[in-house]
């Protein structure tokens, strides 16, 4: 594609647990979103990434891992290869697993922003769960919360006194688990800047370029 139509390069950064039985070809199935997105005919003509010195997708059949450090050109609309995707792991994930997205606006300049303060970059960053039912995917976003709240709060207070922190995170997790099975069905993450799901434009500087 043209580059005027190619305004990001998007990173997908994550590891993911697999059922024993999963085979090579479930992965290029569940996969397919991305590799046809970026215009190949399967995912071994797609592994590759943007860079080279990222190790793109991979399959370890030993240890029943996906492993995912791998760039495309792409637009918004990549995003709906992303939905996709995650729907299909879902069916070979053993585990919980977070994968991270970040879109790179590629016109946009850090020159530019100091020529112009009032510039914006379009960078994004998205992150996505995936897992076998919503227990698993409940699981994993209540540890990268708790993480990232005990960073944050540690800087004030000392690590032992912050159990009630963590109980209070389980107890809204627990809550909305339950909500979830009186409803029986599985909402979509909330979203928001650095939170499970978070889909919007932060502030305070552009992100690294790729999440490694």
Not at 5 to 17: A, K, L, M
Not at 90 to 103: Q, R, S, W
Request: hydrophobic fraction near 35%; proline fraction near 5%; include cysteine.
């Amino acid at each position: 594609m043209a580059s005027y139509n190619t305004p990001f390069e998007i990173h997908v950064h994550g590891q993911v647990s697999l059922r024993g039985d999963v085979t090579f070809e479930n992965i290029q199935d569940a996969l397919k979103p991305l590799w046809k997105y970026a215009g190949a005919r399967s995912l071994t003509d797609a592994a590759g990434s943007f860079y080279e010195d990222e190790p793109g997708i991979r399959f370890d059949p030993t240890d029943h891992i996906l492993q995912m450090c791998w760039t495309v050109e792409g637009d918004d609309d990549f995003r709906q290869a992303l939905d996709e995707m995650c729907m299909n792991l879902n069916e070979v994930a053993l585990t919980g697993a977070a994968i991270e997205v970040t879109f790179y606006d590629t016109e946009f300049e850090d020159e530019d922003e100091e020529e112009d303060p009032e510039a914006e970059s379009r960078d994004d960053f998205v992150m996505l769960f995936v897992g076998p039912d919503p227990a698993a995917i409940m699981q994993v976003q209540r540890d990268l919360l708790v993480q990232d709240v005990i960073s944050l709060m540690e800087r004030h207070f000392d690590g032992a006194e912050l159990g009630g922190v963590v109980a209070a995170v389980d107890q809204l997790f627990s809550q909305r688990f339950n909500d979830l099975v009186s409803s029986l069905q599985l909402g979509k993450p909330p979203r928001g800047p650095g939170g499970s799901g978070g889909m919007g434009h932060g502030s305070g500087g552009r992100k690294p370029r790729h999440l490694h």
